[in-house]
């Protein structure tokens, strides 16, 4: 059986936090206690909405996604007393990919999302055709997909790329009597601004490749270390495919000969800002051990692990 997340205590006692799972992707059931079908909203926000839709289908299970801290304190204000509710802060784009596995949701609801329709934003707009790819996979079998927008444009863009993606639309529709208003939803209607929604249907299966999956084990390396070549690492950068490390600071312990290296890695758009240590396996021994600093706790995610060993093959080389 899947094990439970490694803490003692939780800030928010509705908040999952998958990077602290032992396997991945994660078993819903046994988050929620059953195996009431789940759903899914992109960007929670205040939590509004979350909580609305929770209350009036009790017999649904209940996924959030934010990447605000902000917005998390305020949700979970809203739904800590709902026990078909829980809350994520990551990105959306790789939770949904990552933490659910195939045919797994029922619905996946998206409301007013950032359109970032400049060029140079384009990278983060989360209805991209890897997006649809993700939710051919983790959707059940005639699963749907909700986006509530007041640009039409990003809704009449969605409705095609997700077309051509082999979705069936449902209904596109202006102004609709939804059964749930947000309150930005609520406001703009109030100024007369036009709101547009999608609803599409899931047709064909699609496989997938995540970043993770199985065992999510904490990456280390032995290694003879240079330790002259630590303060090297500063401002270094290595590449391999779409993996890129950088390393962004070095420090020395005040206590012992261990150093604590920090580190952002990046697997193809998804970023991480993590911790690595280096210390000596034995006092003044040149077998050192390299390994993720546990307190930082990033995804295990195939950069996570080749920084481990990139830097312990740097530090090895004459």
Same mark, same amino acid.
């Given at each position: 059986m899947q094990e439970m997340e490694k803490t003692n205590s939780v800030l928010f006692s509705r908040e999952v936090k998958p990077s602290l799972f032992d396997y991945l992707p994660i078993d819903w059931s046994n988050i929620f206690g059953n195996n009431n079908g789940v759903i899914v909203e992109i960007g929670f926000g205040s939590g509004e909405y979350l909580q609305s839709y929770a209350v009036k289908h009790p017999e649904k299970n209940f996924v959030g996604f934010e990447v605000s801290i902000t917005s998390m304190k305020k949700a979970h204000k809203r739904i800590e007393n709902l026990d078909n509710v829980r809350l994520v802060i990551t990105d959306a784009r790789f939770g949904l990919r990552e933490f659910f596995g195939p045919k797994s949701v029922e619905k996946v609801v998206m409301n007013f999302p950032i359109p970032w329709d400049k060029k140079s934003h384009e990278r983060?707009?989360?209805?991209?055709p890897e997006f649809f790819e993700t939710l051919s996979n983790v959707l059940v079998d005639d699963g749907t997909f909700e &986006?509530?927008?007041d640009v039409e444009w990003y809704a009449k863009q969605t409705m095609e790329t997700a077309k051509e993606m082999g979705f069936e639309v449902v209904e596109f529709l202006e102004n609709p009597d939804?059964?749930?208003?947000?309150?930005?939803?609520?406001?703009?209607?109030?100024?007369g601004r036009n709101i547009y929604? &999608? &609803?599409?249907?899931?047709?064909?299966? &699609?496989?997938?490749e995540r970043l993770i999956g199985g065992r999510h084990e904490m990456p280390h390396a032995r290694s003879v270390v240079i330790e002259e070549k630590i303060s090297l690492l500063n401002n270094k950068i290595f590449k391999e495919g779409k993996k890129v490390i950088v390393v962004k600071g070095v420090y020395k312990s005040t206590h012992n000969d261990a150093y604590v290296i920090k580190v952002i890695s990046t697997d193809g758009e998804f970023q991480q800002h993590y911790y690595l240590v280096a210390y000596p396996e034995e006092p003044g021994s040149r077998e050192w051990i390299i390994k993720l600093d546990s307190a930082s706790n990033p995804y295990r995610t195939p950069a996570v692990k080749w920084s481990v060993q990139v830097l312990a093959e740097f530090l090895a080389q004459e």
């Open positions: 983060r707009r989360v209805i991209v &986006l509530a927008t939804r059964e749930i208003k947000t309150r930005y939803e609520q406001k703009w209607i109030k100024y929604s &999608l &609803l599409i249907r899931k047709v064909k299966h &699609l496989e997938v």
